[in-house]
């Protein structure tokens, strides 16, 4: 069955450092959103990308939608304290030619060392 | 206001035992959902319904069994609870195919 795979599980970065999780589907997607999830907390949407190729900016973070509309990918830039939690990558598939529902990654755990 | 409520915010019971999870979203969303998040944050779709009609259901025990009143309002009822049922269980509502809003989380221990 469809499924969005999601790498690394586990992120431990120093502050300041760059991270980046990547996000695979199997198929197809209509469109990728991406959450945040601080330690204790519910997920939180941050965006969502519909276009094939299209790269949006928030601060230091960058999100990539690929070509094949199959893979994204979330770049942080110069990370902080703040960043710490689960980024979660959640595609929307077809069934058949309507659309399906949301498929979550697994999630990248990200720890930033002071 | 909140947006997407949830009670109770933690549940503590015993094994064998039936439980409720109560969903309300003040948003006009017409879609809701159930997700189980284990203790390694993975998110396991559980329910979905769209106008108080069920549009997905997962492979979920049959004691779960989610109602849903009016599109406002979302709830989960366990019974028979085991060990495995050990989760934080959250509501979610959006427009379809859009962003989903989340509730805070019901943190359910099974002892």
């Known amino acids: 069955g469809q499924q969005v795979m999601q790498i690394p599980q586990y992120q431990h970065v120093q502050e300041g450092e760059d991270f980046t999780t990547y996000c695979n589907s199997s198929t197809t997607l209509s469109n990728i959103q991406w959450y945040k999830q601080r330690p204790g907390g519910h997920p939180v949407f941050l965006i969502q990308l519909v276009k094939s190729g299209e790269v949006k900016k928030q601060k230091r973070l960058t999100f990539q939608f690929g070509e094949a509309k199959k893979n994204s990918s979330l770049h942080i830039t110069a990370t902080q304290t703040t960043d710490v939690g689960t980024y979660f990558c959640?595609?929307?598939?077809?069934?058949?030619?309507?659309?399906?529902?949301?498929?979550f990654g697994r999630g990248t755990q990200l720890t930033v060392w002071p | 206001d909140t947006a997407v409520s949830q009670t109770p915010k933690y549940l503590v019971t015993q094994m064998g035992n039936d439980k409720s999870i109560k969903c309300e979203q003040n948003l006009g969303h017409d879609t809701m959902y159930w997700y189980k998040q284990d203790s390694k944050k993975f998110l396991k779709i559980m329910f979905s319904?769209?106008?108080?009609?069920?549009?997905i259901n997962e492979t979920v025990p049959n004691r779960f069994s989610p109602k849903s009143p009016d599109k406002a309002h979302l709830n989960l009822h366990i019974n028979s609870l085991e060990l495995g049922d050990s989760a934080v269980y959250f509501c979610?509502?959006?427009?379809?195919?859009?962003?989903?809003?989340f509730g805070p989380g019901t943190r359910l221990t099974v002892t």
């Open positions: 959640a595609g929307w598939g077809y069934r058949g030619s309507t659309l399906g529902r949301l498929y």
């Open positions: 979610a509502s959006s427009p379809h195919s859009y962003e989903q809003y």
């Open positions: 319904y769209n106008n108080k009609e069920l549009i």
